[in-house]
C-alpha cells in the first residue's frame, strides 16, 4: 500500500482512484462495509482502492484536553487497511489551517483537484468542512457538479440492529469487554508500545512481565487480560503470536508506577526490554485487586495464568 501524507507527493499515477473518506478510527465492520463498496466501484471502472484520511484525527485538535480515545493510531490503522487490500492511503495532515476550509473547497480543491478522484464513497453519517457544514448530501450534489461519482453507505447494523461505531467499542473496552469490542471490530482490539525496565518485582515472583504503557489512545479497563503478544522487528515485521496473561493498572499491591502495561508470557523466557510488542486483548479475567502481601499476589497470578490458558485454549 502507497502511503502519502502531502498533497505534494501526489503523481499521476495517485490521480483516478475511488476513494472511501473517513476518519476510520479502529477500522471497524461498519468501516469495512464503506471500504468493500469502493473496492467493488473500483473493480469495475478499473481504478486503484484509495481511503482518504486526516492525521491527527480532527478531535484531537479541536478537543486537545479531552482523555484519549483514539482506538488505533495512524501506524495501526493504516495496518488494518493494508491487510483489506487499499492500494492508496491518502492520511492529509489536519491542522488548524486545513480546518477552516469550507465544506465546498474540501471537495473542490482536495478530492477533485488535490487528489484527481474518480468517486467518492462515505458513511452515512460523515460530515467534514469548517464546522461540519458538509454532508452526505451535499457531497453527492457538488461532487455530480464537478464530474466526478459519488456514493453514501448507509448505516450497518449488528443483529441486535445496534450500528457498528467506534463509540461502542471504546464502550466495551472502558467496561472489561475486549470480546464485545472484537466483534465490533472483526478482530481483537490491539496495540503497541516499547517494552520499558521495571522493578523486577513480577521476575522476583516467579512470572517475569514485559511493562508497556498505553499511550495516546483508549484506556481499557483496569484488571487482568488474556491476551496475544507479538514481537515488531526493526523491519516492520510481525512475530508469531505468544499467549500471555496481562495486568492494566496501578499495581495496588506494590509501588504505584502510573497505569502499566504487564504482560506475562507463558512458556516463554527471552529479554524483551527496548522491544517493540504488539499486544493482542483477547478476554477478561478479573478487575484489578490489591492483595494483602506477596504471597497471596504470586497464588493469584498463578492462577491468573491458568485461566489464560484456558481461555486461549
Given at each position: 500500500?502507497?502511503?502519502?501524507?502531502?498533497?505534494?507527493?501526489?503523481?499521476?499515477?495517485?490521480?483516478?482512484?475511488?476513494?472511501?473518506?473517513?476518519?476510520?478510527?479502529?477500522?471497524?465492520?461498519?468501516?469495512?462495509?464503506?471500504?468493500?463498496?469502493?473496492?467493488?466501484?473500483?473493480?469495475?471502472?478499473?481504478?486503484?482502492?484509495?481511503?482518504?484520511?486526516?492525521?491527527p484525527?480532527?478531535?484531537?485538535?479541536?478537543?486537545?484536553?479531552?482523555?484519549?480515545?483514539?482506538?488505533?493510531?495512524?501506524?495501526?490503522?493504516?495496518?488494518?487497511?493494508?491487510?483489506?487490500?487499499?492500494?492508496?492511503?491518502?492520511?492529509i495532515?489536519?491542522?488548524?489551517?486545513?480546518?477552516?476550509?469550507?465544506?465546498?473547497?474540501?471537495?473542490?480543491?482536495?478530492?477533485?483537484?488535490?487528489?484527481?478522484?474518480r468517486?467518492?464513497?462515505?458513511?452515512?453519517?460523515?460530515?467534514?468542512?469548517r464546522?461540519?457544514?458538509?454532508?452526505?448530501?451535499?457531497?453527492?450534489?457538488?461532487?455530480?457538479?464537478?464530474?466526478?461519482?459519488?456514493?453514501?453507505?448507509?448505516?450497518?447494523?449488528?443483529?441486535?440492529?445496534a450500528?457498528?461505531?467506534?463509540?461502542?467499542?471504546?464502550?466495551?473496552?472502558?467496561?472489561?469487554?475486549?470480546?464485545?469490542?472484537?466483534?465490533?471490530?472483526?478482530?481483537?482490539?490491539?496495540?503497541?508500545?516499547a517494552?520499558?525496565?521495571?522493578?523486577?518485582?513480577?521476575?522476583?515472583?516467579?512470572?517475569?512481565?514485559?511493562?508497556?504503557?498505553?499511550?495516546?489512545?483508549?484506556?481499557?479497563?483496569?484488571?487482568?487480560?488474556?491476551?496475544y503478544?507479538?514481537?515488531?522487528?526493526?523491519?516492520g515485521?510481525?512475530?508469531?503470536?505468544?499467549?500471555?496473561?496481562?495486568n492494566?493498572?496501578?499495581?495496588?499491591?506494590?509501588?504505584?508506577?502510573?497505569?502499566?502495561?504487564?504482560?506475562?508470557?507463558?512458556?516463554?523466557?527471552?529479554?524483551?526490554?527496548?522491544?517493540?510488542?504488539k499486544?493482542?486483548?483477547?478476554?477478561?479475567?478479573?478487575?484489578?485487586?490489591?492483595?494483602?502481601?506477596?504471597?497471596?499476589?504470586?497464588?493469584?497470578?498463578?492462577?491468573?495464568?491458568?485461566?489464560?490458558?484456558?481461555?486461549?485454549?
Open positions: 500500500m502507497i502511503v502519502i501524507e502531502s498533497l505534494d507527493q501526489i503523481g499521476s499515477a495517485e490521480r483516478g482512484s475511488v476513494g472511501a473518506l473517513g476518519n476510520f478510527d479502529g477500522v471497524h465492520r461498519g468501516h469495512r462495509a464503506v471500504i468493500e463498496r469502493t473496492r467493488a466501484i473500483a473493480e469495475s471502472a478499473g481504478a486503484p482502492v484509495s481511503v482518504i484520511t486526516f492525521e484525527h480532527p478531535r484531537s485538535l479541536f478537543q486537545a484536553d479531552a482523555p484519549p480515545f483514539r482506538l488505533t493510531d495512524a501506524a495501526g490503522r493504516a495496518e488494518a487497511l493494508a491487510e483489506l487490500g487499499v492500494d492508496i492511503l491518502f492520511q495532515p489536519f491542522d488548524q489551517t486545513f480546518s477552516l476550509l469550507s465544506a465546498e473547497d474540501f471537495i473542490d480543491q482536495i478530492l477533485h483537484h488535490g487528489l484527481g478522484l468517486h467518492v464513497v462515505i458513511g452515512y453519517d460523515f460530515h467534514f468542512g464546522r461540519r457544514r458538509g454532508t452526505p448530501e451535499m457531497m453527492l450534489e457538488h461532487a455530480a457538479a464537478l464530474g466526478f461519482g459519488a456514493t453514501r453507505v448507509d448505516a450497518v447494523h449488528e443483529a441486535d440492529g450500528i457498528y461505531s467506534s463509540t461502542r467499542i471504546r464502550q466495551c473496552l472502558s467496561e472489561g469487554d475486549p470480546r464485545g469490542a472484537a466483534a465490533l471490530l472483526g478482530r481483537p482490539w490491539s496495540f503497541e508500545a517494552v520499558e525496565s521495571g522493578d523486577q518485582r513480577g521476575r522476583q515472583l516467579g512470572f517475569p512481565t514485559a511493562n508497556l504503557r498505553i499511550e495516546n489512545r483508549v484506556q481499557p479497563a483496569a484488571g487482568v487480560y488474556a491476551v503478544a507479538a514481537e515488531r522487528a526493526e523491519d515485521a510481525l512475530g508469531s503470536w505468544m499467549a500471555g496473561v496481562a492494566y493498572g496501578r499495581r495496588p499491591t506494590v509501588n504505584d508506577r502510573g497505569k502499566l502495561f504487564e504482560v506475562h508470557l507463558l512458556d516463554q523466557s527471552r529479554d524483551l526490554y527496548g522491544k517493540t510488542l499486544i493482542q486483548l483477547i478476554d477478561f479475567i478479573r478487575p484489578e485487586t490489591k492483595f494483602d502481601g506477596l504471597d497471596a499476589l504470586q497464588a493469584q497470578i498463578a492462577a491468573d495464568s491458568a485461566r489464560a490458558r484456558e481461555l486461549l485454549g
